[in-house]
Antibody, heavy 117, light 109 residues
Framework: QVQLQESGPGLVKPSETLSLTCTVS????????WSWIRQPPGKGLEWIGY???????NYNPSLKSRVTISVDTSKNQFSLKLSSVTAADTAVYYC???????????WGQGTLVTVSS | QTVVTQEPSLTVSPGGTVTLTCASS?????????PNWFQQKPGQAPRALIY???NKHSWTPARFSGSLLGGKAALTLSGVQPEDEAEYYC?????????FGGGTKLTVL
């Protein structure tokens, strides 16, 4: 059973960089796409971007200028960096596994990141 | 800016049948958009239900089914159970980019 676990600071100051890591267990990070998705409190889901295990990436155009997703296959982890954050970036951040970039099957439990001074 | 539209809310009686739809601002939804459906209950992560229009995951209850209906992706729940009360989201793929619908809050009453 594949499991994903997000980790990182729960509080980030405005204008700083949000950094999260997703650790994959119960399966290999190889041969899959790995996504970050967020959900502001009380609102819907927003796809942030994904990375293939080989390192190729694809980002939401609305966030592309601020997002970097990277992968460390030796640790079975992938990471998200979102720069120049504002209060609008406050959300629960989920990591998820994508198969063939056509379906999402497994999700992490999510982690709340609050942007506040 | 591509927009994916779902009904904001629907109500169904226990044991009844309900269909949720997912429309694209770019036109008719086809199988090439690989429609996915997810269920989210309060305080929980989303759970995958349907992929590529009508394929179920191994854990998806038989009462959930996906289809294309009138140019939209559709999720039908037959024999609705009280535990099906939740928010449902669709996801469409646009040649690399992915866009979630705004979600449908399903009430079982």
């Amino acid at each position: 059973q594949v499991q994903l676990q997000e980790s990182g600071p729960g509080l980030v100051k405005p204008s700083e960089t949000l950094s999260l890591t997703c650790t994959v267990s119960g399966g290999s990070i190889n041969d899959y796409y790995w996504s970050w998705i967020r959900q502001p409190p009380g609102k819907g889901l927003e796809w942030i971007g994904y990375i293939y295990y080989s390192g190729s990436t694809n980002y939401n155009p609305s966030l592309k200028s601020r997002v970097t997703i990277s992968v460390d296959t030796s640790k079975n982890q992938f990471s998200l960096k979102l720069s120049s954050v504002t209060a609008a970036d406050t959300a629960v951040y989920y990591c998820a596994r994508e198969v063939g970039a056509t379906r999402i099957d497994y999700w992490g439990q999510g982690t709340l990141v609050t942007v506040s001074s | 800016q591509t927009v994916v539209t779902q009904e904001p809310s629907l109500t169904v009686s226990p044991g009844g049948t309900v269909t949720l739809t997912c429309a694209s601002s770019t036109g008719a939804v086809t199988s090439g958009y690989y429609p996915n459906w997810f269920q989210q209950k309060p305080g929980q992560a989303p759970r995958a239900l349907i992929y590529s229009t009508n394929n179920k995951h191994s854990w998806t209850p038989a009462r959930f089914s996906g289809s294309l209906l009138g140019g939209k992706a559709a999720l039908t729940l037959s024999g609705v159970q009280p535990e099906d009360e939740a928010e449902y989201y669709c996801l469409l793929y646009y040649g690399g980019a992915q866009v979630f619908g705004g979600g449908t809050k399903l009430t079982v009453l």
